[in-house]
Structures are given as C-alpha cells and as structure tokens.
C-alpha cells in the first residue's frame, strides 16, 4: 500500500517539455507493471490534477510476450445493488502503435546494417505464424480462466464478454459434417500440390545450374586442360612478338 510519486519532479519536466516540443501534449501516466496495482487508482487521483481524463498506459517489458507489449486503461465508475455502492475500476481503451518519420528512417538504416543469411523470408513467415499461435493459445487460456471463475462464483458474469465467446463457437467450423470434411481435404491437398510443384520446380532450376557449371568448369570445378593450355601458348607467342619487336628497334 507505500508508493512514491515525486509529482514536483513532473511539473519540472512538463515545464522543460513545453520548451522543446509544444505539439505533444501529456495524456496520463505510464508503469511496466505487468499487471493493474491497486496503488493505480491514487496515483490516477494525483494525475487528475493535470489531466482531466488520465490515461493509464501499461508497458510490458517481459522479452517472451509475443502480443503487442502496450495496454491502456480509462477509470470509469460502476453503479452496484441499484445505486447503493459505486466502485472506480480501469476499463481498456483502444491502442494503436506508431513512429515519427524521422524514427521509421533511423530504424530503416538500422535493419538495412543488419544481414542475417540464415533466415530467410519462409523461416520469418514461419515464426510469425507460430508467435501468432502461441499468442492465441494464451488467449484462450485467459478466456478458459474466466469462464472457471464465472462458473465457481468467483468473477461476476460480464454479457458483452459472454457474447463475444459465444460468437467465436459459433463461428467455428462443424468438423462433424462430412462435406465440409471432405471439402477441407480438397483444400489442403491442393496447398500440398503447390509446395510440392514449387520444391520440384526449385530443384530443378537448382539441377539446371549445376549442370551449367560442369559444362562451363569441367568435372573438378576447373576450365578444360585443353582450353587452359592453349590459352597459355598464346600469351607466350604473344610475348615472343613483343620481344622480337623490342630487340628490332634497340638494333636500329
């Protein structure tokens, strides 16, 4: 329930702030939680001396988190037992992550530095999907997780979050039906035939190349003997033309 908030030493900085760059303007304040405190709520009271509506903005600075790392919160009040008790509590606000011009520049020359040949386009588009999983796996985990705590009596039922889950079941496919079996079957067989077409096609090419090589190099990744020792006769006939016309003229 102890926390330190050294307000004096905000003003400071909004003050020196304003100096520098007066198209920004401060909309609340900021922890690396990674979770709500309930100490929030007061520092949200001090907030409100400078910020009418302060937003309370979460920066998770965990490395193993695969979802965007930024969460913000609004404190809004909620009326229980007809109007007998009201209770502040953080709702979510919309977030949405961006960059100046002149950082998306920096950040560009920066990756441009960086050549990694080991990965390559397929391996990213491959750990992307797999970031994609995991993070919808921990979501599902959350959902599973409340609807335990709504069933044991623990969490109050919210009907905006019920029916959002109900929309994802019912969204999701009857695997029971045997066209739509037999359907996803076909679909999955013809991405299988494009992989296949396009590994062959690959190989191929790769095959093409190399027989390009031989031709070109010779079995040992050399030029023909033939070809090399002709090519050296003739730098030796050349350079006895160049001698014979040297001594000429010294004689003249």
Known sequence: SVFYFDHNFLEEMIRLFRKVNTKETIVGFYSTG??????DLRIHDICKRYVRIPIFCIIDIRPDRQELPVKAYK???QVHHAGQAVTRQFDHVSTQMGAMEAEEIGVAHLLRDINDPTVSTVMSLI????????????????????????????????????????????LLPNLNTPDLVHAMIVKT????????????????????????NKIRYGEDGMQDN???????????EEEKLKDTGNKKDGGK
Do not use: F
Not at 226 to 236: N, P, R, T, V, Y
């Open 75 to 77: 404190v809004v009040e």
């Open 189 to 212: 067989n013809d991405m299988h035939m494009a992989v296949y077409l396009a590994s062959l096609i690959r190989s191929v090419i790769a095959l093409h190349d190399l027989v390009n």
């Open 127 to 170: 750990q992307g999907k797999l970031n994609g999983l995991q993070s919808l796996t921990e979501k599902l985990l959350t959902a599973k997780k409340y609807l335990q705590a709504c069933a044991e009596g623990k969490c109050k039922v919210n009907t905006e979050i019920v029916d959002h889950l109900q929309t994802i079941v019912s």
């Open 226 to 236: 033939d070809e090399a020792l002709a090519q050296e006769e003739e730098k030796k």
């Open 34 to 39: 990674p979770s709500i405190r309930p100490n």
